[in-house]
């Protein structure tokens, strides 16, 4: 016998009946997933008609919505891991969850939006350095008489190019090494 009934707007309940026998294996085969026999039995007809079922969708491919769910079940210990190293990122949890998913997937290194914002900034200084680079040169090589940069100011842009470098590949690294072991080290 199958059963459905309305709980809400959202969900109805499915039922059947089965062997005594049947329903030990099941509720064996639960617990060893460590779900409950209804999470069990949720799992398995939706995986039914989402993957092997879809000639039962009258020939349609069943969609798959871009915001589906993945239920994850965490240790109290990991479950404060996860929040602080999204905080440390400042994303949200699933977030976090969700880019480390995609990263590991595709073999990304993912930077969060602070960190990308720290590259933009710094891409932006090191083009009007660039700029003004150019104006120089074009002056000097048109043989004109404007003032010049001194030897003094060279080294200083030097000095700033290569610090911005340095500071640039530090955050590609720190960004690497914080994927991989978890934690974000802090920008200065």
Request: aromatic share 2%; with cysteine; proline share 3%.
């Amino acid at each position: 016998m199958i059963q459905i009934c309305c709980v809400g707007n959202r969900s109805t309940h499915l039922s059947t009946w089965v062997s005594a026998d049947l329903k030990r294996r099941f509720a064996a085969a639960a617990a060893r997933q460590g779900l409950s026999e209804s999470a069990l039995l949720k799992r398995l007809v939706e995986q039914l008609l989402t993957g092997a079922g879809e000639e039962l969708t009258a020939g349609r491919p069943a969609s798959v919505a871009r915001d589906a769910r993945v239920t994850v079940r965490l240790v109290p210990d990991d479950r404060l891991l996860l929040r602080e190293r999204a905080a440390a990122r400042g994303m949200p949890a699933a977030s976090y969850v969700s880019t480390l998913v995609r990263s590991h997937l595709r073999s990304l290194a993912p930077l969060p939006d602070r960190e990308l914002e720290v590259l933009r900034s710094a891409v932006t200084q090191l083009a009007a350095i660039g700029r003004n680079l150019n104006a120089m040169a074009r002056t000097a090589l048109a043989g004109e008489t404007a003032a010049g940069p001194t030897q003094e100011h060279l080294r200083l842009m030097l000095r700033v190019s290569e610090a911005m470098r340095d500071h640039v590949k530090g955050l590609i690294h720190a960004n690497v090494v914080s994927w991989e072991a978890g934690y974000a080290k802090t920008l200065d």
